[in-house]
Every structure is written in C-alpha cells, then in structure tokens.
C-alpha cells in the first residue's frame, strides 16, 4: 500500500504545477477583487464618454418613468466655484438611490463624479466589479471602518477634481429609518478641505426597498442642502453629527415646510432620522408604509 501510495499518475514539473513544500508559509493571494479591484481604467475618456451616455440616455429615463423625481434646493449650490469637487452626503434606503443622485445633480458635477462603494458587496467579483465601476464611476472603500487604504484612495480622486457620492450610513436601511452617520464623509472633507453637501432622498424605499426584486413606480424626492465645511478645529465624528443632523433638518422641510424645519432645526428639536424611541409596531406607525392616507403631522424619514 504504501509503495501505491507514493505512485502517482501527475506528470511531473514543469509539465504541471509546482508543488508547495511543507512547512513553509504561503504569501497571501494577491487577489484582484475588493479593495484591490482596480478602477483607474473607468476615470479614462473612453469610459467617462460611456459612463454620460448611460446616465443621461438610459439612467434618466428610467428614474423618471420609476420615480418621477422631483429635485428641490439646487440653488443653495449656486455659491460653491465651478471647479470645486465636492462631498455629496446622503442618506441611504434603496439601490435606486445612487442612479437618482447621478441624474439629480448638477450637470457641472454628474460627468466628473464618482462613487464610494462597499468593496465587499460592489467588488466581491471581477465582473461584477467591472459593471458598476464603468456604470456609475464606483470604486471601492471599506464601509466598516475608516481605513488607510480607502481615505487615502478617495482623497486623490478628490485632490484630482472628482466629487464624491458617499452614503455615511454605510449601508441600505433595513427597518425604513435612518441609521446613524459614520465619520468617513466629514474625515474627508476636513482632510482634504472640501464642502459637504446634504441630501435627503425620500421615496426610493417605496421605489426599491432592501431585499425587494423588482421595483415600483412612486414618486421620489431629492432634496439638496447648503454647503457645510467642518469649523477649526472640528473633530470628524463631531462634524459627521452635524451633516447628519442637516439631512435630518431637510427630511423635515420635505415632509412639513422650510419655515417650520428651521425653526425646529434652530431649536435643536428636529425628528431625527432613525426615527422615534418606541416600540416596533409604534415606529413601525409613525414610518406610514402601507397606508393610503396620513393623518397628523409626518415624521420625516
């Protein structure tokens, strides 16, 4: 047995692989997918010229025909320079959300604008890696944590005059409400010595909720806020509480009024975003998915 043991029908090297001894340690794989995807080739013409294409002729029209969006508070960005990139931060509930952003924004901003996407969902696989970073200008960043690499990576883009779309949630909603802000936005921004802009997208987790196959048809809205830049001094998660605190200020000026969501805002009693300190089937009710009619003042979401 044991002489059959040592019998082997592999032909020998180099006519196969080599073997690796025992005992020795193997280098890690230097694997091409994750944080290690490469993406420079999709901020190149031929891809930017593919990329404005699919936005502006084929994205466009299936937002419109899917969420009719309806864009409020463009003019706030009338004082930021033409040449200036910058952070949009918004919050997240739908994969819907990225194309409506893309469509909504500015054109002065759309065709030099990228997107910050988790590499272990976005990148998990070449091919997958390859369509959304020529789709939507993805590149990836490590959502759990405000890495070396990933700050390091979006700061050159930054510092080479893209604008960011980033989602400091740090993932889709699961339950409807907002989760609370992570600080790699406003590290960002006060790293690099960028604006953030604010934007609250209502609607799309009607449009495309988490888990959901296919979408339906309902009306979005994008709301844009005035710039924010970081105080002297401000610490990155201090500051992150207070873009969140803006798109919290925006969720209510959509769902009440702009008189009414300053006044709140500058009272510090705006609702915020995850929604209120009750039991399930309480937020469950103040969220009103599934019901036809809403009676008494909305809670933002």
Request: aromatic share 8%.
């Amino acid at each position: 047995m044991s002489s059959l043991r040592r019998f082997s029908l592999r032909p020998p090297f180099p006519l196969s692989k080599p073997t690796w001894p025992g005992g020795v340690d193997r280098p890690p794989l230097d694997r091409k997918t994750g944080m290690n995807f490469d993406t420079d080739w999709s901020r190149r013409f031929p891809a930017r010229v593919a990329r404005a294409a699919l936005v502006d002729d084929v994205f466009a029209p299936i937002i419109k025909v899917m969420a009719s969006p309806r864009v409020s508070g463009l003019d706030r960005l009338a004082s930021l320079p033409d040449d200036e990139p910058v952070i949009f931060a918004a919050n997240h509930h739908s994969h819907f959300d990225t194309t409506i952003l893309l469509t909504a924004v500015p054109e002065r901003f759309r065709h030099k604008l990228v997107v910050a996407a988790a590499s272990d969902y976005f990148f998990d696989n070449r091919v997958k890696g390859a369509v959304w970073a020529l789709a939507i200008g993805a590149f990836p960043i490590e959502r759990t944590k405000v890495s070396r690499r990933s700050a390091d990576q979006a700061a050159e883009l930054l510092d080479d005059g893209w604008s960011l779309i980033i989602f400091p949630e740090g993932g889709r909603s699961p339950h409807g409400w907002g989760q609370p802000f992570r600080a790699g936005a406003a590290y960002l921004a006060i790293r690099c010595h960028r604006a953030v802009v604010p934007v609250h997208l209502e609607g799309t987790r009607r449009v495309m909720r988490k888990g959901a196959r296919l979408p339906t048809p309902s009306t979005v809205h994008v709301t844009f806020g005035r710039p924010m830049r970081a105080d002297d001094g401000e610490d990155a998660r201090v500051f992150a509480a207070r873009i969140e605190r803006e798109v919290a200020a925006l969720a209510d000026e959509q769902a009440t009024d702009w008189w009414s969501a300053r006044r709140r805002a500058a009272a510090g009693t705006t609702p915020p975003l995850t929604g209120p300190e009750a039991g399930a089937w309480r937020r469950t009710w103040s969220l009103g998915e599934g019901r036809r009619r809403r009676h008494g003042p909305r809670w933002p979401a």
